[in-house]
């Protein structure tokens, strides 16, 4: 069973920085595509960035420039560096893991919360 532990959320100014991390387990993270979303009460999960086991990296537009997604495959680990950070970037933080058997599982979601 793959399980997600997230951490590195909280209150920060607009312009600042945070760094998620979130640590995998029970599952060989080095051939998993991984993957951040967040979502806004009232909203649907949205996608924010994916890294493949290639460390090919997707961005939302939204974010390109300001984020980078990057992964640890000897920590079990997948980082999502935020830089610049706006109002609007203020959600809960997900992340996601699709194993190459299929299997998909959520981290409990970390809130980021950005002052204007």
């Known amino acids: 069973q793959v399980q997600l532990v997230e951490s590195g959320g909280g209150l920060v100014q607009a312009g600042g920085s945070l760094r998620l991390s979130c640590a995998a387990s029970?599952?060989?993270?080095?051939?998993?595509?991984l993957a951040w979303y967040r979502q806004v009460p009232g909203e649907e999960r949205e996608l924010v960035a994916r890294?493949?086991?290639?460390?090919?990296?997707r961005y939302a537009d939204s974010v390109l420039g300001r984020f980078t997604i990057s992964r640890d495959n000897a920590k079990n680990t997948v980082y999502l560096q935020m830089n610049s950070l706006k109002p609007e970037d203020t959600a809960v933080y997900y992340c996601?893991?699709?194993?190459?058997?299929?299997?998909?599982?959520w981290g409990q979601g970390t809130q980021v919360t950005v002052s204007s």
């Open positions: 996601y893991i699709r194993t190459i058997f299929g299997a998909t599982a």
């Open positions: 029970g599952s060989p993270f080095s051939l998993a595509t």
């Open positions: 890294i493949t086991s290639g460390s090919v990296t």
